[in-house]
């Protein structure tokens, strides 16, 4: 591809089209449900690919990284919570935060009671679904608006996450773009969270449309784009 100066290819720049585009993009990554490990991840990181050519590197459950060990990986399926009557009142496939991210496979009948601790809320915002993760603790939970909670009566409910944490990879992707000369700048976006756009993939998208833009620019320093969760802990 024939380069050109940075500032000729900024003036070829259409916002209105870059920002459909960079809407549709979201639209695509938003439903799939990603973690620091798992299917939703590389799903994510190959739609990425068909935009840039975006190299995909697996690191092995186990591995050290700095201060941080890499841990299992996590698929999930299905979840839901269903009233006696066979209802889904809570389900995994219209939002995916309803899940605890990392929940650990579970299928029990319970009443509201005992089903309580593993229920989380945000009482100062009764609409919000807050959204919870528990990498490094084996557990498992739901994450509802105080109102759905609220408007769950006395019942014995059946709940199941369909879901697997084992030993696999984590996936991460990256592109270098060379420059005139061998010094670099990275820039690192995470990509492990579910269906949080602003949180999330907004760095995602904007990353890859700015890889796409330095591509074809003539840069003196090399550009290495990086999508991980290597960063450890929040």
């Known amino acids: 591809m024939a380069t050109q100066q940075l500032d000729e290819v900024l003036q070829d720049w259409d916002s209105a089209r870059q920002g459909r585009e960079l809407h549709d993009l979201v639209a695509k990554l938003q439903p799939l449900c990603r973690s620091i490990t798992g299917d939703g991840l590389r799903q994510s990181l190959r739609l990425l690919q068909q935009t840039v050519p975006l190299s995909l590197r697996e690191v092995p459950t186990g591995t050290q990284v700095f201060d941080w060990t890499v841990p299992k990986e996590w698929n999930i399926r299905d979840a839901y919570i269903k009233n006696s009557q066979g209802e889904r009142v809570v389900d995994f496939q219209r939002c995916n935060l309803h899940v605890v991210n990392y929940s650990v496979p579970l299928r029990k009948r319970m009443r509201r009671a005992e089903l309580k601790p ?117």
């Open 118 to 234: 593993h229920i989380y809320t945000l009482p100062e915002h009764p609409d919000w679904i807050p959204y919870r993760t528990s990498y490094y603790k084996e557990t498992w939970g739901f994450c509802l608006s105080q109102r759905q909670w609220d408007g769950l009566p006395d019942d014995e409910y059946e709940v199941c996450i369909d879901s697997t944490l084992e030993p696999g990879h984590l996936t991460y992707g990256e592109l270098r773009i060379q420059g005139a000369t061998d010094e670099e700048v990275l820039i690192s976006c995470h990509s492990c969270h579910p269906s949080l756009c602003n949180d999330n993939l907004s760095g995602m998208t904007v990353a890859t449309r700015l890889a796409e833009c330095l591509a074809r620019a003539s840069l003196r320093y090399s550009r290495h784009h990086r999508r991980d969760n290597l960063a450890g802990p929040e």
